[in-house]
């Protein structure tokens, strides 16, 4: 069965590039990962999607290689208010909807 | 443009109890799904509806939990009876497809089963 890897946490300095990858084996060949971001008390926020290759918005990228096995979103320059969960969704092969268990990112000034 | 709107924030009520968690997708959209948050478990699917018909309801725990959309515009999820290990998160989301497109969620109902 399908599932996405991710870091539990991770630490950054404000202004520094911070990578997160998700590991998702088996997952649909035809879909997106999505990227998700949630703060204390609310819910997910989209961040970013993409198919494979370099995906690039106003607020992040990311990378997929050709297998898809995994994918790395890039938030460049963080700043404190980044500090947040980040979770990875993909479809697995069996068409269920998976969720990682998401990043705790943790911005030090 | 209203977002998702689920209702109530927090919930706290005694083992045992029905639970009525409800949600208000946003305006268009063909899809909902409500998912439970959990320290330990993270994120899950309980259920989507596409069209007020539910598709998938592999997610849902047991047979105490069960879920209705009446309309486009309101769904409901009802837990009975409640039991401490339903205490979460429960989010209801909503989509205009089914997975290519971003969802949007609700802030949430905070469960909490004494």
């Known amino acids: 069965l399908a599932k996405t890897t991710q870091p539990i946490s991770m630490d950054s300095y404000e202004g520094q590039e911070v990578n997160i990858t998700c590991s998702h084996n088996n997952i649909a060949t035809n879909d997106y990962i999505t990227w998700y971001q949630q703060f204390p008390s609310q819910g997910p926020r989209f961040i970013i999607q993409?198919?494979?290759t370099k995906v690039t918005n106003e607020v992040a990228s990311l990378f997929i290689p050709a297998d898809r096995k995994s994918s790395t979103l890039s938030l460049p320059r963080v700043s404190l208010s980044d500090t947040a969960v980040y979770y990875c969704?993909?479809?697995?092969?069996?068409?269920?909807?998976?969720f990682g268990k998401g990043t705790r990112l943790h911005i030090l000034p | 443009d209203a977002g998702v709107i689920q209702s109530p924030r927090h919930e706290v009520t005694e083992m045992g109890q029905e639970v009525t968690l409800r949600c208000k997708p946003i305006s268009g959209h063909d899809y909902l799904f409500w998912y439970r948050q959990t320290m330990m478990r993270g994120l899950e699917l309980l259920i989507y509806f596409n069209n007020n018909v539910p598709i998938d309801d592999s997610g849902m725990p047991e047979d105490r939990f069960s879920a209705k959309m009446p309309n486009a515009s309101f769904s409901t999820l009802k837990i009975q009876p409640s039991e401490p290990r339903d205490s979460a998160v429960y989010f209801c989301?909503?989509?205009?497809?089914?997975?290519?497109?971003?969802?949007?969620f609700g802030d949430g109902t905070r469960l909490s089963i004494l």
């Open positions: 989301a909503s989509s205009s497809v089914r997975f290519n497109q971003p969802q949007h």
């Open positions: 993409g198919y494979k």
């Open positions: 969704l993909a479809l697995n092969r069996d068409d269920k909807i998976i």
